[in-house]
């Protein structure tokens, strides 16, 4: 059974950083995209940024483009994202969601798109 577990999430203030990692286990094929997304409350989910495990592809989301990064340990089977000059509005409970099938980090980080698995989610708070 595919497990996806979050962590790094919480408390930081304006301008400052944190790395949250998702953890992935459970995988029977070769080949899958994983994602990260954020739901801040009374929004709804968005696509922060994808990457593929077979090649080196990422997408980002234009509000997170150049404070972002993601990247993959395939040995550990870990996805991680580097959250840079953090901003308020990046204020969200953070996913890591995995799929399967074939597509572009694009679509992977397209939210109204079905995804095969999710994890629990990990808080971020950028507050003074």
């Known amino acids: 059974q595919v497990q996806l577990v979050e962590s790094g999430g919480g408390l930081v203030q304006p301008g400052g950083s944190l790395r949250l990692s998702c953890a992935a286990s459970?995988?029977?094929?070769?080949?899958?995209?994983i994602g990260w997304f954020r739901q801040a409350p009374g929004k709804e989910r968005e696509g922060v940024s994808c990457i593929s495990t077979s090649d080196v592809k990422t997408y980002y989301a234009d509000s997170v483009k150049g404070r972002f990064t993601i990247s993959r340990d395939n040995a550990k089977n870990t996805v991680y994202l580097q959250m840079n000059s953090l901003k308020p509005e990046d204020t969200a409970v953070y996913y890591c969601?995995?799929?399967?099938?074939?597509?572009?980090?694009?679509?992977?980080?397209?939210?109204?798109?079905?995804?095969?698995?999710w994890g629990q989610g990990t808080q971020v708070t950028v507050s003074s």
């Open positions: 969601a995995a799929d399967g099938r074939l597509m572009t980090v694009r679509t992977m980080c397209d939210s109204r798109f079905q995804k095969d698995y």
């Open positions: 459970g995988f029977t094929k070769d080949y899958y995209v």
